[in-house]
Nanobody, 119 residues
Framework: QVQLVESGGGLVQAGGSLRLSCAAS????????MAWYRQTPEKQRERVAR???????NYADSVKGRFTISRDNAKNILYLQMNSLKPEDTAVYYC?????????????WGQGTQVTVSS
């Protein structure tokens, strides 16, 4: 079982920055693939960025060059540094942990944190 708690969301003007954090507990953090997703009422949940236990990273095209995902395995915290924010980045951001087994994987989710970017 993994518990995830996001923090760091808020209201920011376009062009500003925010850093989201996701504190994980209850499992071996450094063996999980971690990711940030976001969702609005109009769109399906989309993956923003992902980082594997080995440090492999990928980003959605819409955030490349602006967002940076990182993890601190000693503190069991996942981060998302968001720069040059745009109004279209407004969404609820969720932290995900994936624990993989031989034939299946289990996904855990946080409760989400609201990010609002004003124009």
């Amino acid at each position: 079982q993994v518990q995830l708690v996001e923090s760091g969301g808020g209201l920011v003007q376009a062009g500003g920055s925010l850093r989201l954090s996701c504190a994980a507990s209850g499992s071996t953090f450094n063996t999980n693939t971690m990711a940030w997703y976001r969702q609005t009422p109009e769109k399906q949940r989309e993956r923003v960025a992902r980082i594997t236990s080995g440090g492999f990273i990928n980003y959605a095209d819409s955030v490349k060059g602006r967002f940076t995902i990182s993890r601190d395995n000693a503190k069991n915290i996942l981060y998302l540094q968001m720069n040059s924010l745009k109004p279209e980045d407004t969404a609820v951001y969720y932290c995900q942990a994936r624990t993989a087994f031989d034939l299946y994987a289990i996904d855990y989710w946080g409760q989400g944190t609201q990010v609002t970017v004003s124009s």
